[in-house]
């Protein structure tokens, strides 16, 4: 029975998960309704020796070049998920003339933290080495990421170690934005997760928010007020700590929406639950 006085998005979310305990998932569903002509897709890239070190590139079908590239890291705790359930996301980014990346990465128990970061960077480093043959501009580089994601993109944005490993600058990052991202939690305290970072001498090495110097790229930080999974504090502290550093933030707290409601949002059925994409590509197009 479907609980009354729900939400009318509320609802719809929740007809997604029902037809998917009978047939596939959620995600895989607000795929259906991308067609072929929506974008163009080279898939299946190694960016490095390991089975999970590959990645995928969606590109508008038609575009002049080199046009912003955008890498997009999916979430799932570290733990697991495949970048082929992520095409609605790609499709939202080419749909506003991006290049979309959508790399898989090692997750636990094969790997603990910090492996699926350096993975993060290896990517970037495939990217910047090869989109320019692809359309992209190398110059014009933003990550992004949901959840567990967007830790991947921020630490990579806030710890230089992990992009200068892979000969690579921070700074040639143009900007990076996160959707309800831990920046600012303690490993530790999150018994699900506890276990994938729990070899570390100190949990600090984890956490982005201690990274913060006020001189790394701009930041978009995104949150649904309902998140109860990743709580909107992570992306509240970080923002400020990364403007009381004298650098560039952003954050944008939507109501209503919560954990899994701001990456459907994404999705084209569910584009009117929070600006997210219209939020997106004014940062981007707003960094020139």
Not at 34 to 62: F, H, M, N, T, W
Not at 120 to 146: F, M, Q
Request: charged letters at 20%; hydrophobic letters at 45%; proline letters at 7%.
């Amino acid at each position: 029975m479907i609980p009354l006085g729900l939400k009318p998005w509320r609802l719809s979310l929740l007809m997604v998960a029902v037809l998917a305990l009978s047939a596939c998932s959620p995600l895989s569903i607000l795929n259906t309704v991308i067609g072929e002509d929506d974008l163009a897709v080279q898939s299946g890239i190694s960016y490095g020796p390991e089975a999970r070190q590959k990645l995928d590139v969606y590109r508008p079908r038609l575009s002049g070049g080199p046009i912003p590239v955008v890498i997009f890291f999916y979430g799932g705790s570290w733990r697991g998920g495949e970048r082929a359930d992520y095409l609605f996301v790609a499709e939202a980014l080419t749909s506003r003339g991006y290049i979309a990346v959508v790399p898989d990465y090692r997750t636990f128990p094969e790997v603990r933290f910090p492996a699926f970061v350096k993975d993060g960077a290896k990517a970037v480093r495939w990217v910047v080495d090869n989109i320019t043959s692809l359309g992209g501009d190398p110059e014009r580089l933003y990550l992004t990421g949901h959840s567990a994601g967007g830790h991947i993109a921020s630490m990579l944005t806030l710890d230089e170690r992990y992009l200068a490993a892979e000969g690579l600058d921070s700074h040639q990052l143009r900007g990076t934005i996160a959707l309800a991202g831990p920046h600012a939690f303690y490993p530790s305290r999150t018994a699900n997760v506890a276990p994938i970072f729990a070899h570390l001498a100190d949990e600090n090495e984890a956490r982005p928010l201690v990274y913060v110097d006020g001189d790394e790229a701009p930041l978009l930080l995104l949150h649904g007020d309902d998140d109860d999974t990743v709580f909107p504090f992570n992306t509240l502290n970080l923002s400020q700590a990364v403007v009381d550093a004298g650098g560039r933030a952003r954050h944008i707290i939507y109501p209503d929406i919560g954990h899994i409601e701001i990456l459907f949002s994404l999705a084209r059925p569910f584009r009117d639950l929070a600006p997210l994409l219209d939020d997106i590509a004014a940062f981007i197009d707003g960094q020139g």
